[in-house]
C-alpha cells in the first residue's frame, strides 16, 4: 500500500470543496464516502501512487496520470485517462460523454457491488498500468476550430470539468472560448485555460472575479 496522500484524506472528510454544499451531509462526496474508500483501498492494493489534483483523488505511476476517482450524484466513478486503450472484455466501460475520446469511466452505486467487482476492478486497473508502462498513446480525432484543441484535451484529463463549462451560461462560455481562442501560441492558450480552471468550477464567467 502507498503513501496516502493526506489532501484525499481530507476530501472523504469534507468534500472537495468546489460547492455550496462543501462540509455539509449534502456534498456528494460525503454522500459516498463508504464505496470511496472501498475503491481507495482496492486501488492501492494494485500499488498506484496517490495524490490530489483537480479537487480529486488521482492515482499515478511514476507521475503519468492512470485514473482519477470522483463522486457524481448518482454514482462514484473510477475514470481511466486512458480508457480507449482498454480491452474491456466484461463491456463495464462508459463513456462521460459523447465527445469523449480517452476517458472511460466505471461507475459503482453500492459498497456490496464494488466488493463482488474487486477482482475485475483490479484487472482493468493492472491493464490500464501496462498501457502507461509500454508508452500506448491515445490517437485524437481533428477537433472543430471553433473549440480550442487545448480545452478539449483538458476535458479528457478531468472529468467534471466538461460539465462545469456545459453549466455555464452560453454568454460565459462564449466568453472563455474567446479568450483561449485568440492565443496564438498553444502554451498561452493553455496557460489561459489554467488559470480559469478554478472559476469555470465554480460557475464564473471571465469577468465574474
Avoid at 455550496?20 to 482496492?42: D, M, S
Avoid at 485524437?140 to 463549462?165: C, H, I, N, Y
Avoid at 472560448?177 to 464564473?204: C, D, H, N, V, W
Wanted: charged share 30%; net charge positive.
Amino acid at each position: 500500500m502507498q503513501n496516502p496522500d493526506h489532501k484525499v484524506d481530507l476530501y472523504l472528510e469534507e468534500g472537495c470543496g468546489r460547492c455550496a454544499l462543501y462540509q455539509t451531509p449534502n456534498c456528494k462526496v460525503r454522500r459516498w464516502t463508504a464505496e470511496l474508500n472501498e475503491v481507495r483501498r482496492i486501488i492501492l492494493d494494485c500499488g498506484l501512487e496517490e495524490a490530489y489534483k483537480w479537487s480529486q483523488p488521482c492515482y499515478m505511476y511514476k507521475k503519468s496520470n492512470i485514473l482519477l476517482v470522483a463522486a457524481m450524484k448518482e454514482y462514484v466513478v473510477v475514470a481511466f485517462f486512458k480508457g480507449t486503450l482498454l480491452a474491456d472484455p466484461q463491456g463495464i466501460l462508459v463513456s462521460p460523454g459523447p465527445d469523449s475520446q480517452s476517458i472511460r469511466q466505471l461507475r459503482f452505486t453500492r459498497v456490496q457491488e464494488i466488493l463482488e467487482m474487486e477482482s475485475i476492478l483490479k484487472a482493468y486497473i493492472f491493464e490500464a498500468l501496462e498501457v502507461e508502462k509500454m508508452g500506448l498513446k491515445v490517437e485524437f480525432r481533428k477537433t472543430p476550430a471553433s473549440v480550442p484543441s487545448e480545452l478539449l484535451d483538458k476535458f479528457e484529463e478531468m472529468p467534471g470539468l466538461k460539465s462545469a463549462f456545459e453549466a455555464l451560461t452560453p454568454g460565459r462560455q462564449r466568453g472563455y472560448m474567446l479568450y483561449f481562442s485568440q492565443a496564438k501560441q498553444s502554451k498561452t492558450r493553455e496557460a489561459r485555460i489554467e488559470k480559469y480552471l478554478g472559476e469555470i468550477f465554480k460557475g464564473k464567467g471571465l469577468h465574474d472575479r
